[in-house]
């Protein structure tokens, strides 16, 4: 929901959507994101956790995973509430600004793949679904952008907030 929302702002300053710079900006997100869900992951992979059989890391961990997505998720909430406004301003897409805005959401990407990584499931298909997923929001978001501005925003982080938050919830239910 974040990456929708950065090409929804970045879709609203441009005169037209051009199909390279679209491809450019998709490709950014998706090799940003995947970089990141498997760092994550394999940070997990270190031979502490790896090696372990211990029932009891084994529910910390979950414990931990399901922490981090209910913290992304109160995040995505507290913006959602707090509305800030939004400036829309005609402008050319500028890839630094779109890099460093994609970078601060594979901090959270990358916490993603640390909860994936202690739930212990296949990391190629969840990293493969992330980086499809995201590339195709980018492109969704600069064209809805494009199409009506920078309506419904804060809809969009409570929705990606109450998603994570209930799969934080369902992993504190399901394996704790």
Not at 109 to 129: E, K, R
Request: glycine share 10%.
């Amino acid at each position: 929901m974040n990456i929708f929302l950065i090409g929804q702002y970045e879709g609203s300053m441009v005169r037209r959507v051009e199909p390279k710079v679209l491809f450019v900006i998709c490709l950014i997100v998706g090799v940003f994101e995947t970089i990141a869900m498997l760092s994550g992951y394999m940070l997990t992979r270190i031979p502490f956790f790896a090696a372990s059989d211990s029932e009891d890391l084994k529910n910390f961990c979950y414990f931990v995973a399901a922490i981090l997505f209910l913290l992304i998720a109160a995040y995505m909430i507290y913006k959602a509430f707090r509305r800030a406004p939004v400036q829309e301003r005609l402008h050319e897409i500028a890839y630094r600004r779109i890099v460093l805005e994609v970078v601060l959401v594979a901090v959270f990407t990358f916490m993603a793949g640390i909860g994936w990584g202690f739930i212990g499931h296949n990391i190629i298909m969840a990293t493969c679904v992330i980086a499809g997923a995201t590339m195709a929001a980018c492109a969704l978001g600069i064209w809805y952008g494009f199409m009506e501005g920078c309506k419904g925003r804060y809809v969009i982080y409570g929705i990606g907030g109450a998603m994570l938050a209930f799969v934080g919830t369902e992993i504190l239910i399901r394996y704790l």
